[in-house]
């Protein structure tokens, strides 16, 4: 199947099948494009190029040779290599040896400058390969910041003018919480804390809570879970902020209901889940305009 206006569509994960593998997220991020490009998309990822990703084996390729990150008040110069899954659909790996050439994947007292800078060096390749997506795809707490900065760093950015955010929940547990001088890092310090109304979160710096917070769309894993996070019981007190935006809250439907319009722009990709099977469609939202929520 293929639609009229086949979309442009990137997507940020921290872990990808087959190249590196913590939980279910690499395994979702895996499979997504290759459903995507079936529907005639333009699909493109983007990861950490961590040490235990062999060039040879995954017969990289170097597309960029140095790419200037802004990191706070320094810079940091990255190389970017591409493998490619399914179809021939690229993978683009941020080759960052201070911040990912290490053991593990996760569980660093840095992981939040790790992903922050991963982050924007994914926008910054993408800028330099001229590639300008029509969506960015992000993907739990690791690319949270990244709707944040549609809204400030990139807010004026012809680059990404038309680019709308979609932020996926694959975990509400793991939420990306440090301290205040993360947002220098970022660069969206000006903008302080973000909830001073949640005791728990009012002095801490939540990037998941930003993702959900600043995307133009919301999805999670299954209409279920979608469901559970409102509560107070499963929201891991991010129920109030996902109650707020349940207007941007997409919850997948059935594929067998699922009959997505030629039209509909963006059409926000979902997953849903039947008798333990991955299945992928495309839920269908109005074309979000970018403004503060």
């Not at 597309?63 to 110069?77: C, K, T």
């Not at 910041?145 to 400030?152: D, E, F, Y």
């Not at 509560?231 to 439907?253: A, C, N, Q, V």
């Amino acid at each position: 199947m293929s639609y009229e206006q086949p979309l442009k569509i990137l997507i940020l994960a921290a872990e990808i099948v087959p190249f590196a593998k913590v939980g279910g997220l690499a395994d979702v991020v895996g499979a997504l494009p290759k459903a995507l490009q079936a529907l005639g998309h333009d699909v493109r990822l983007v990861m950490p190029r961590y040490r235990q990703v062999d060039p040879e084996r995954f017969q990289l390729e170097t597309v960029l040779d140095a790419v200037p990150v802004n990191m706070g008040n320094f810079q940091v110069q990255v190389s970017v290599h591409q493998g490619a899954i399914g179809d021939h659909i690229p993978v683009y790996m941020i080759d960052a040896p201070r911040y990912f050439d290490r053991e593990n994947i996760y569980g660093y007292t840095d992981d939040g400058e790790r992903f922050i800078l991963f982050c924007r060096a994914a926008l910054e390749a993408i800028r330099a390969l001229e590639w300008s997506p029509d969506i960015v795809h992000c993907n739990d707490w690791h690319t949270g910041i990244v709707p944040n900065w549609m809204h400030t760093v990139y807010q004026d950015d012809p680059f990404f003018a038309n680019c709308a955010t979609v932020y996926t929940i694959h975990n509400l547990a793991y939420q990306g919480i440090f301290g205040y001088r993360i947002l220098e890092v970022a660069g969206v310090a000006a903008n302080g804390f973000l909830y001073p109304q949640i005791t728990e979160l009012a002095n801490v710096v939540d990037i998941m809570g930003r993702g959900i917070l600043f995307a133009d769309a919301v999805t999670t894993v299954s209409e279920r879970y979608a469901q559970e996070i409102l509560t107070p019981t499963f929201g891991e007190k991010l129920d109030h902020l996902l109650r707020s935006r349940r207007d941007r809250l997409g919850r997948p439907r059935s594929p067998r209901k699922s009959r997505p319009s030629l039209t509909a722009y963006p059409r926000i990709p979902v997953l849903t889940r039947k008798n333990g099977v991955c299945l992928f469609h495309v839920n269908e939202f109005a074309k979000p305009l970018r403004h503060p929520p």
